[in-house]
């Protein structure tokens, strides 16, 4: 289940995280002022592990670090 929920979210913010070369300026501002796919996965490691939405905000905002966390404890 886990594997699906990460495929889909995966899917739907690839066209704004991977660069177009014709509209390079657009892509660099989306992906700046956008959300990272650091902080989608760790979004949803968290909801996944704690089912609370108070340390899934927590986790976002350190993002990498909590999945690379969650990634060497389970």
Same mark, same amino acid.
């Given at each position: 289940?886990?594997?699906?929920?990460?495929?889909?979210?995966?899917?739907?913010?690839?066209?704004?995280?991977?660069?177009?070369? %014709? %509209?390079?300026? *657009?892509?660099? *501002?989306?992906? +700046?002022?956008?959300?990272?796919?650091?902080? &989608?996965?760790?979004? &949803?490691?968290?909801?996944? +592990?704690?089912?609370?939405?108070?340390?899934?905000?927590?986790?976002?905002?350190?993002?990498?670090?909590? &999945?690379?966390?969650?990634?060497? *404890? +389970?």
């Amino acid at each position: 289940m886990v594997k699906y929920t990460l495929l889909v979210i995966f899917i739907l913010i690839s066209p704004y995280a991977l660069p177009n070369t %014709e %509209e390079l300026v *657009t892509s660099q *501002t989306i992906i +700046r002022n956008g959300v990272g796919l650091g902080s &989608v996965l760790a979004v &949803v490691l968290s909801w996944d +592990r704690n089912k609370s939405i108070l340390l899934a905000i927590i986790h976002g905002i350190f993002s990498w670090l909590y &999945v690379i966390y969650y990634a060497l *404890t +389970r």
